[in-house]
């Protein structure tokens, strides 16, 4: 964006870059698992309550206790996958400029 005046102006603090944060691989499957998961945290426990399916009440609560654990690990791996792929990308940092306002 160009200032009338014609020289360059400093983005807003709620502007972002389109250019500033690329999609990857990595990421993009990072981030299907999580949803993946989060969505089936979501649907089990419904899908118990309304009889979809009948399980024993030892077996439900073993259950989400063991699928609230597996999505607080896939999450910690995605993160550490997302960083993965983040810093094993190209540089896009450019050399510092300081501007003289």
Known sequence: MRA??????RPLVDES??????????RAIAAFLVGTIALSLAVLPAA???RVLVLPVG???AGLGCLGAA???M???AMA???????SGADRVG???ACAD
Do not use: M
């Open 59 to 61: 077996w439900v609560g």
């Open 4 to 9: 009338e005046n014609g020289l360059d102006r």
């Open 95 to 97: 050399p510092a400029v």
């Open 75 to 77: 999450k910690l791996i």
């Open 48 to 50: 118990i309550a309304l």
């Open 17 to 26: 870059d389109a250019d500033l944060d690329g999609s990857s691989l990595g």
């Open 81 to 87: 996958w997302a960083l993965g792929t983040r810093l």
């Open 71 to 73: 999505v607080g690990g």
